[in-house]
């Protein structure tokens, strides 16, 4: 089975540039999560998807972040504009959809680290 | 609010010799624990869960871990480390009883495991 893809893999930006992220869950997941890991940090969850809605998004900056899930598969993560803050490495991850999705652990991409300078 | 502690950035230990990764937490009602393991320029890969039944879970890679509701704790062990088991170790935590049905995992801070040969 293929795993979670995310693209760039890499990315560099100045201060107040936008920047946008790719990910592709695994086949068949339904529920996809974005997250930012700062340098020295466990990841934070930013937003939580179910198909293609929002079921979490306390902990994502909205003046600057935002983030689709088109048809409920994959997912488009941007900020815009970037501060030096940001500089993080951001991971998505799906997970499966059985009633109890708590109990189920998420399978995660490599990742794309973002430098902003 | 949950929350997890891992209270050791860095543990060295020698090839062949027991490995133990701390984590405790809080939570208002039950936890559904998870550790997840991050090698570099990778995304974390889920190595073992506590939902419910045994005290002691067993998971990838020989790794095990022990609930311990008195002390709150989850610690990972594996009997004998390999130089290949260096990596970053996370520690997370969902609250059972959080009013939210989707359950936001919450990350340690994580630990470096050094495995000198």
């Known amino acids: 089975e293929a795993g979670v893809a995310q693209s760039p893999r890499y990315k560099i930006i100045e201060k107040r540039q936008s920047v946008a992220f790719w990910c592709n869950p695994i086949?068949?997941?339904?529920?996809l999560y974005w997250y930012q890991q700062i340098l020295g940090q466990g990841p934070k969850l930013l937003i939580q998807?179910?198909?293609?809605?929002?079921?979490?998004d306390s902990q994502l900056p909205k003046d600057r972040f935002s983030a689709e899930r088109l048809k409920g598969v994959d997912s488009t993560l941007k900020i815009q504009p970037a501060k030096l803050e940001d500089s993080a490495v951001y991971l998505c991850?799906?997970?499966?959809?059985?009633?109890?999705?708590?109990?189920?652990?998420?399978?995660f991409g490599p990742g794309t680290r973002l430098t902003v300078t | 609010a949950q929350s997890v502690a891992q209270p050791e950035d860095q543990v060295n230990v020698a090839e062949g010799n027991p490995l133990t990764v701390k984590c405790t937490y809080s939570?208002?009602?039950?936890?559904?624990l998870f550790w997840y393991v991050q090698y570099p320029n990778r995304g974390l890969q889920f190595l073992l869960k506590?939902?419910?039944?045994?005290?002691l879970v067993k998971g990838s890679y020989g790794f095990e871990a022990e609930f311990n509701k008195s002390q709150t704790s989850f610690h990972l062990k594996k009997p004998s480390a390999l130089v290949s088991d260096s990596a970053l170790y996370f520690c997370?935590?969902?609250?059972?009883?959080?009013?939210?049905?989707?359950?936001?995992?919450?990350f340690g801070a994580g630990t470096q495991v050094v495995v000198t040969p």
């Open positions: 991850a799906s997970s499966p959809r059985p009633l109890q999705v708590r109990s189920y652990e998420q399978y």
């Open positions: 086949s068949g997941h339904a529920t």
């Open positions: 998807f179910q198909n293609n809605g929002v079921v979490d």
């Open positions: 939570v208002s009602g039950n936890p559904y």
């Open positions: 506590y939902i419910t039944g045994d005290n």
């Open positions: 997370a935590v969902r609250d059972i009883g959080a009013t939210d049905s989707w359950g936001k995992l919450q």
